[in-house]
Nanobody, 115 residues
């Protein structure tokens, strides 16, 4: 198993930035895929970005150019840098991981973008 703990959410104004963190209990090089999903009230959970064990990344079209996924292998942590935040980015952000063909999820962190 792998435990995932998200942090870094909060309340910000439109145009501001936040950085989310997802700390894993195992080496992230052994985790084939990690990423960020989000779920807004009344909506389905949607993919935001993923990073593969080799370091390649993919993004949802809606966040390209504003959100960046990265990792620190030594800290076993994946980050989501969110710039130019919009009210429609308001959601609970979750960090999933695929570890030995099983999927694990963190508890989520709330991001609210409002003036």
């Amino acid at each position: 198993q792998v435990q995932l703990v998200e942090s870094g959410g909060g309340l910000v104004q439109p145009g501001e930035s936040l950085r989310l963190s997802c700390a894993a209990s195992e080496s992230i090089l052994r985790i084939s895929v990690m990423g960020w999903y989000r779920q807004a009230p009344g909506k389905q959970r949607e993919l935001v970005a993923v990073i593969f064990s080799g370091g390649s990344t993919n993004y949802a079209d809606s966040v390209k150019g504003r959100l960046t996924i990265s990792r620190d292998v030594a800290k076993r942590t994946v980050y989501l840098q969110m710039n130019s935040l919009r009210p429609e980015d308001t959601a609970v952000y979750y960090c999933p991981a695929r570890y030995y063909q099983s999927d694990y999820w963190g508890q989520g962190t709330q991001v609210t973008v409002s003036s």
